[in-house]
């Protein structure tokens, strides 16, 4: 599975309006909502999900990055949008740092598989350092897209 099987490419937002953790989830959810044609309910019932699946454990896993994600009977597929936050955001991360890279991944409850899959393909892209520091300046969508592209093409090793 690659990043660009389900990062959403419209849902990429280099330059996130909120500045508190609820309301990145909240921009981020609504953008995949909005692409994938769900309504403006669906996308703030699975934004809730999200808030109160962070609410039991901060997905903010240190260096400035947070990977929120829920299983939800709303999504239809196996969906990601990628936020940006110029300024940082808190997450109560795990090193107590700001995070300024936001990846909310939504997921269908019936493909637990698929979702563990896009989870560490997350994961193992986001503990390389030049990866994370890419994303933290790319200053586009654009920018941020073509770093995606460029992962997959890469060996994350």
Do not use: C
Not at 132 to 148: K, N, P, V
């Amino acid at each position: 599975m690659k990043l660009t099987d389900f990062v959403i490419r419209d849902a990429v937002i280099s330059n996130l309006e909120a500045t508190d953790r609820n309301g990145a989830i909240r921009e981020l959810v609504r953008k995949v909502a909005e692409v994938n044609g769900l309504s403006a309910e669906d996308g703030e019932t699975i934004a809730k999900a999200v808030i109160q699946r962070e609410n039991q454990g901060s997905t903010g896993f240190g260096k400035g990055v947070a990977v929120p994600h829920v299983k939800h009977a709303k999504v239809p597929k196996i969906m990601a949008a990628i936020g940006r936050s110029a300024t940082g955001i808190d997450f109560a991360a795990l090193d107590r740092a700001p995070v300024y890279t936001i990846v909310v991944l939504l997921s269908p409850p019936d493909n637990p598989d698929g979702h563990l899959q896009a989870m560490e393909n997350i994961f193992r892209h986001l503990q390389r350092d030049n990866f994370r520091r890419f994303l933290r300046q790319s200053e586009t969508a654009d920018a941020i897209w073509d770093l995606i592209q460029e992962a997959d093409e890469t060996p994350a090793g």
